[in-house]
């Protein structure tokens, strides 16, 4: 059973930067992507990030392209989220997704794991 524990989320002024961690067990060895989505009460999932592990493939929503860093740490089998400048738009519980299909998916129908998620709010 894949498990994923996401942590690093909390209260951080507009303009700063915050580090999302996601933690991940994985017995069987089939995740090969894993992604970072976010949701907002009322509103749809959205994804935001997501990494093919096996070639290091990445995809960002355009909404955090160039503020923002997937990253992996394959040691400690942690998925990194880095986002710069963060705005109000960015508060939203993160959730980390997990699948195994080799690509960077946008679409969450490709993540058959879930973590419980993570609030971020951004105070201006």
């Known amino acids: 059973q894949v498990q994923l524990t996401e942590s690093g989320g909390g209260l951080v002024q507009a303009g700063t930067s915050l580090q999302l961690s996601c933690a991940m067990a994985d017995p069987t060895g089939g995740v090969y992507t894993m992604g970072w989505f976010r949701q907002v009460p009322g509103k749809e999932r959205e994804f935001v990030a997501a990494m093919d592990l096996r070639r290091g493939m990445t995809n960002y929503a355009d909404s955090v392209k160039g503020r923002s860093t997937i990253t992996k740490d394959p040691s400690k089998k942690t998925l990194y989220l880095r986002m710069d400048n963060l705005n109000h738009e960015d508060t939203a519980i993160y959730y980390c997704?997990?699948?195994?299909?080799?690509?960077?998916?946008?679409?969450?129908?490709?993540?058959?794991?879930w973590g419980q998620g993570t609030q971020v709010t951004v105070s201006s």
């Open positions: 997704a997990a699948g195994s299909h080799p690509y960077a998916y946008t679409d969450s129908d490709y993540f058959a794991h």
